[in-house]
């Protein structure tokens, strides 16, 4: 079956260009996480959304970055006026449930690199 | 959540049992311990979790103390495609919490896996 897909896979921006990193979950799984994974780094949290509304952003590093689920499936993580610093791995994550009930399956992230 | 201790990396040859190790001192009784791999350039898998007994699925094996201050993951026969960044996560499972499920990484231990 499918799993959780993102795109695009690798994004090259010049330091002050917006980004749009999209995820794609498995079909019918309620919870979305965004995680960042800075190189050599466990993955950090940046926010979770239940169906369409985002519970929780408190992993958000600044207000250049802005998620959102408007139909309670795909996602969208934007950057606006992208920084070295941003460059990472941003991972997306679904789960069937909420709270704590259930394992999350990872899609294989963007690796975004800002020059 | 609670934090987990692990070394940072270890080695195995292929087809020996490689036992990962996680001290979590600080556990709560409503912490479940779970763990995650990440093989590299993909994102994070989930692997076992468990409370207070031991737990088998067809991947691993994992064995918690009986003051749950430790636990054990144990791959049975390793494999070259074992190899993999191991992460040793609690989860707070109280009702009506506020961590949503979130994962929150260490480190993680660092497996090495010889043929």
């Known amino acids: 079956g499918a799993g959780v897909s993102q795109s695009p896979r690798y994004k090259v921006a010049k330091r002050g260009q917006d980004v749009a990193l999209r995820c794609d979950p498995i079909?019918?799984?309620?919870?979305l996480f965004w995680y960042q994974q800075a190189l050599g780094q466990g993955p950090e949290f940046l926010t979770y959304?239940?169906?369409?509304?985002?519970?929780?952003k408190s992993g958000l590093p600044s207000d250049r970055f802005f998620a959102e689920r408007p139909e309670g499936s795909v996602s969208t993580l934007k950057i606006q006026r992208t920084q070295q610093e941003d460059s990472a791995v941003y991972l997306c994550?679904?789960?069937?449930?909420?709270?704590?009930?259930?394992?999350?399956?990872f899609g294989p992230g963007t690796r975004l690199t800002v020059l | 959540d609670a934090k987990t201790t692990q070394p940072n990396s270890m080695e195995s040859n292929e087809e020996e049992p490689v036992h990962l190790p996680c001290n979590h001192s600080?556990?709560?009784?409503?912490?479940?311990i779970h763990w995650y791999r990440q093989l590299p350039s993909q994102g994070p898998e989930y692997v076992i979790h468990?409370?207070?007994s031991n737990v088998n699925n067809r991947m691993a094996s994992l064995a918690i103390a009986e003051d749950r201050k430790s636990s054990t993951l144990i791959l049975h026969r390793a494999t070259l495609r074992d190899a993999a960044v191991y992460y040793c996560?609690?989860?707070?499972?109280?009702?009506?919490?506020?961590?949503?499920?979130?994962?929150?990484f260490g480190q993680g231990t660092i497996l090495t896996v010889h043929p």
């Open positions: 994550a679904s789960s069937l449930r909420g709270l704590y009930g259930n394992e999350q399956f």
């Open positions: 079909s019918g799984h309620v919870s």
């Open positions: 959304f239940q169906n369409e509304a985002q519970l929780d």
């Open positions: 600080t556990i709560s009784g409503t912490d479940y």
């Open positions: 468990g409370l207070t």
């Open positions: 996560i609690l989860r707070d499972t109280t009702a009506g919490g506020t961590s949503y499920g979130k994962l929150t």
